[in-house]
């Protein structure tokens, strides 16, 4: 491993602006390095599925093998401009954008050590795979063309330090609320009205937000309402979401919610349109699994300390475990994704790459 080529590599895919949904340029760069170390990348066939203007990048190494190494392409915010500044210990951008570290740097460990594996003549039989649209709707993983041979995967996207690995995931359901009230004037005759706005808040005020209980969380992240001022309004909207390890616990939870609508909008006689969906679904990889025990094995053998913890964010691990591909994402320490104080320290991405070598050479 070479530092100053993984540290450039890093810069180099940082500075290419790939929002969701616009990961062509990214693609096209990262097919070119690939094509440089002899390799045959392509993209699949997932545009229409994503709505993105290029495919997920994927390329077989040797016959594809049995795992699949795996980060994402598209940043949540723009890193046009960013000015990296690399220090002693850490990789910052200059404070008025994002790194990128998010998931560049998870990128760059990945194709530095495919291409140091590569130069040490080892055989070689994995597959890599950078998805689009991670950031929004996980849609990239969600439609990645899988080879069935695969039997693993190692996600390399979580902000936690290198040795931490995430074994079991939340799963989320969003809901969508329209309340439906009775316009009228608002100076004239408010008593002909219905005004869903106030129906929709007295409901929201009885939804319990926040971490309800250790595993679980609900948060409403919008509430759209009315016309006008003078106008008792006829509608409400708002969308929010539940998240919990449980899927039994996000149906529960939801019933409540949709209780306290359905109680609110009655009484009021108001209208009520309540929607629920899976945004994904939760998972647990058990310790004796094969994914589980290569990354032990791994971690122990570059003298990291294996420690698995359970997470509520949504990943790629989220859609490729729902698909029937054990995937465990990986701590490499990208620290506080999408702010503009995104950074990463030089130990850390060094220890995660170091980490997909070693896998690499276990594939
Ligand atoms: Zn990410």
Redesign the pocket.
């Known amino acids: 491993m070479n530092e100053s080529r993984l540290i450039d590599l890093f810069l180099r895919l940082a500075a290419i602006e790939a929002l969701s949904q616009h990961e062509a340029p990214l693609a096209g760069f990262v097919a070119e390095f690939l094509a440089d170390l002899g390799l045959k990348p392509f993209c699949d066939d997932s545009r229409d599925r994503t709505g993105s203007d290029t495919g997920n990048l994927v390329c077989r190494v040797g016959d594809g093998g049995e795992a699949l190494f795996l980060a994402?392409m598209d940043t949540a915010r723009s890193t046009a401009g960013v000015r990296p500044q690399v220090r002693e210990d850490r990789i910052v951008s200059d404070g008025t954008t994002v790194l990128g570290v998010?998931?560049r740097a998870g990128m760059a460990l990945i194709l530095h050590a495919l291409e140091t594996h590569l130069a040490g003549g080892r055989p070689a039989n994995f597959t890599v795979a950078f998805t689009v649209c991670?950031?929004t709707t996980l849609a990239g993983s969600l439609a990645l063309e899988l080879d069935p041979r695969l039997r693993k995967c190692f996600i390399f996207?979580s902000s936690l330090p290198p040795g931490s690995f995430i074994t079991s995931g939340s799963g989320a359901k969003t809901f969508s609320v329209a309340v439906r009230g009775v316009a009228a004037h608002s100076g004239l005759a408010p008593e002909k009205g219905i005004n869903a706005i106030a129906v929709a808040a007295r409901a929201l005020a009885r939804v319990e937000q926040g971490r309800v209980n250790e595993s679980t969380t609900v948060n409403v992240g919008t509430f759209r309402g009315g016309t006008a001022v003078n106008v008792v309004s006829e509608s409400a909207e708002l969308l929010g979401e539940v998240r919990s390890r449980d899927m039994a616990v996000i149906d529960e939870t939801l019933f409540r919610i949709r209780a306290h609508f359905a109680q609110e909008t009655h009484a009021a006689g108001a209208g009520l349109d309540f929607r629920e969906q899976w945004d994904f679904r939760p998972y647990d990889i058990p310790a004796d699994a094969p994914v589980h025990r290569d990354v032990a094995a791994a971690l122990a053998a570059v003298g990291l300390t294996p420690n698995p913890v359970a997470s509520l964010a949504g990943?790629d691990a989220n859609s490729l475990n729902g698909r029937g591909l054990p995937a465990i994402n990986l701590g490499i320490g990208a620290q506080n994704?999408h702010a503009n104080d995104e950074f990463i320290l030089r130990a850390d991405l060094r220890r995660a790459c170091a980490l997909a070598l070693e896998l690499m050479a276990r594939s």
């Open positions: 994402h998010d998931n991670e950031e996207d990943s994704p």
